[in-house]
């Protein structure tokens, strides 16, 4: 048990600093009096109370933390804290343990799946509640701790490798890591008030501006309302939500390092920022003249519009709606669920295996076929003028098997329970990806609510996988990780 030690002490920090954000909720549902006060005066109890014994129970344990520890420390806040925020909604909506746990899984690992209906008449506070778990879950509860921990004598690279995603994790933007995330959530923080202000400006209430902008830059796809973006049908709001979008699908790194230098050149060096505005953009129109061709719509420039939204929300993982887009040809979903899985670059707050490995894997696969040609030949791979060490590449070959693995043995799992296939597959890929909505059962129009309580663990499973890059999770649940 005391082998780790300063982790339990680390994680009691973390889970009375996850217990000061239920402030908000808490202060908001006594100013509109929305009848969720008890659940949120038991649940802040609850959570500062057992951060706080575990805290103190460990207090004396102050040791640099290792590359074990901070394996372990990832996978506990993920799967520790959605139990604590789960409690609001167990005591107000009166919903099980299993579907407030999906729920607040799913708010915090960005993914955006809801089991709950009737978005629109949910007290202010837990609709408030479920929207900040995205926002706080989006850059990394991690990040924000390793900023201030060390400040209480624990330091946080290890913590920092574990959460960051993509294969290259001992890149450094500044000197010390503190001021790394310290300057990821300045950034964070400011381009997310600019999505609010521009919510606003497009038409939306306060409260729905600052809920979907929490949403939008964590790229969850909560929404407070059941119809999601459909409810508003307004163009400028969509435009505003395409455009933070696409800027919370890219590095924020890269956008660290073009606000601090005051300059777009970041971008143009960025190996996965063109890949990623060009795939989507090539996509937008293929697909948005296709659906029109079929009939979808009768005019181009409304399907354009439809497609260039729904399909930028599922490609960026985010899980918004306008349409019901499960009734366009079948081709459009899927290609959309496709891009899902790795459109988004590494650095950002989106889902599936990133740009950057699909770009090695490309590349590795482009090497082969020249080497069967030219046995004899040299050839390295390169982004962005670098040449990738041969570490990076099995890594990302093991992370593309392991990922297919993942969802091939999932998806059996959920057809064996009696699932459709096309529910069980699309469920398991939104769920790995943190997209959010599948298809069937699991479709933009419907919840996640007519799953069975095991297939809901199932998504759940995946969506920690997803959202801790698989193996972050799968060393921990290896018995040699337990090994002294």
């Given at each position: 048990m005391t082998r780790f030690a300063p982790v339990y002490r680390a994680l009691g920090m973390i889970i009375m600093l996850f217990g000061l954000t239920m402030l908000a909720p808490l202060i908001l549902s006594y100013a509109v009096n929305d009848g969720a006060q008890t659940a949120y005066d038991e649940?802040?109890?609850?959570?500062?109370?057992?951060?706080?014994?575990?805290?103190?129970?460990?207090?004396?344990?102050?040791?640099?933390l290792t590359?074990?520890?901070?394996?372990?420390?990832?996978?506990?806040?993920?799967?520790?804290?959605?139990?604590?925020?789960?409690?609001?909604?167990?005591?107000?909506?009166?919903?099980?343990?299993?579907?407030?746990?999906?729920?607040?899984?799913?708010?915090?690992?960005?993914?955006?799946?809801?089991?709950?209906?009737?978005?629109?008449?949910?007290?202010?506070?837990?609709?408030?509640?479920?929207?900040?778990?995205v926002w706080v879950g989006g850059m990394g509860l991690i990040v924000l701790a390793i900023a201030i921990l060390p400040l209480l004598g624990?330091?946080?690279?290890?913590?920092?490798?574990a959460e960051t995603p993509?294969?290259?994790?001992?890149?450094?933007?500044?000197?010390?890591?503190?001021?790394?995330?310290?300057?990821?959530?300045?950034?964070?923080?400011?381009?997310?008030?600019?999505?609010?202000?521009?919510?606003?400006?497009?038409?939306?209430t306060w409260f729905d501006a600052v809920c979907h902008g929490f949403s939008t830059m964590g790229l969850g796809g909560f929404s407070t309302h059941d119809a999601s973006f459909g409810y508003f049908?307004?163009?400028?709001?969509?435009?505003?939500?395409?455009?933070?979008?696409?800027?919370?699908?890219?590095?924020?790194?890269?956008?660290?390092?073009?606000?601090?230098?005051?300059?777009?050149?970041?971008?143009?060096?960025?190996?996965?920022?063109?890949?990623?505005?060009?795939?989507?953009g090539i996509s937008?129109?293929?697909?948005?003249?296709?659906?029109?061709?079929?009939?979808?719509?009768?005019?181009?420039?409304?399907?354009?519009?439809?497609?260039?939204?729904?399909?930028?929300?599922?490609?960026?993982?985010?899980?918004?709606?306008?349409?019901?887009?499960?009734?366009?040809?079948i081709f459009a979903p899927l290609w959309m669920l496709f891009l899902s899985s790795f459109a988004t670059s590494a650095g950002s707050t989106g889902g599936g295996i990133k740009m950057i490995r699909a770009l090695l894997l490309y590349k590795q696969v482009y090497r082969e076929l020249l080497r069967a040609m030219h046995p004899a030949a040299v050839y390295n791979i390169?982004?962005?003028?670098?040449?990738?060490?041969?570490?990076i590449l099995f890594a990302v070959l093991a992370f593309g098997f392991m990922y297919m693995v993942s969802v091939v043995s999932m998806t059996l799992t959920l057809a064996f329970t009696g699932l459709d296939i096309v529910s069980a597959f699309t469920a398991v890929v939104a769920s790995v990806n943190n997209t959010g909505p599948g298809l069937g059962v699991v479709g933009p129009s419907t919840t996640y609510a007519a799953l069975e309580d095991f297939q809901t663990w199932v998504c759940i499973f995946a969506m920690l996988l997803g959202?801790?890059?698989?193996?972050?999770?799968?060393?921990?649940?290896?018995?040699?990780?337990?090994r002294k």
């Open positions: 649940a802040f109890a609850l959570t500062m109370l057992s951060g706080g014994f575990l805290w103190y129970r460990y207090r004396s344990c102050k040791r640099d590359i074990r520890d901070g394996f372990l420390m990832v996978v506990l806040v993920w799967t520790v804290l959605p139990a604590f925020a789960a409690v609001p909604l167990m005591l107000h909506l009166g919903i099980s343990h299993t579907d407030a746990y999906f729920e607040t899984v799913s708010g915090l690992t960005t993914t955006g799946s809801t089991v709950l209906s009737n978005l629109d008449t949910l007290p202010m506070s837990i609709n408030l509640w479920r929207h900040q778990l624990i330091g946080g690279r290890q913590m920092f490798k993509g294969p290259m994790k001992d890149a450094k933007m500044t000197p010390r890591i503190a001021e790394t995330a310290k300057g990821l959530w300045l950034v964070y923080l400011g381009v997310s008030i600019a999505c609010i202000v521009g919510y606003r400006w497009a038409g939306m049908d307004s163009p400028e709001i969509e435009a505003v939500c395409i455009l933070f979008m696409l800027i919370a699908g890219m590095n924020f790194g890269t956008l660290f390092l073009a606000v601090y230098g005051r300059s777009l050149r970041p971008y143009l060096h960025d190996p996965e920022a063109g890949w990623f505005l060009g795939v989507t937008i129109i293929v697909v948005g003249i296709y659906i029109w061709k079929d009939g979808a719509y009768p005019e181009l420039h409304t399907a354009l519009r439809h497609v260039a939204f729904n399909l930028v929300s599922i490609a960026t993982t985010t899980g918004y709606a306008s349409v019901d887009y499960a009734l366009w040809p390169r982004i962005g003028g670098h040449v990738v060490p041969q570490s959202r801790l890059e698989l193996f972050t999770l799968l060393v921990v649940l290896t018995p040699a990780f337990w």
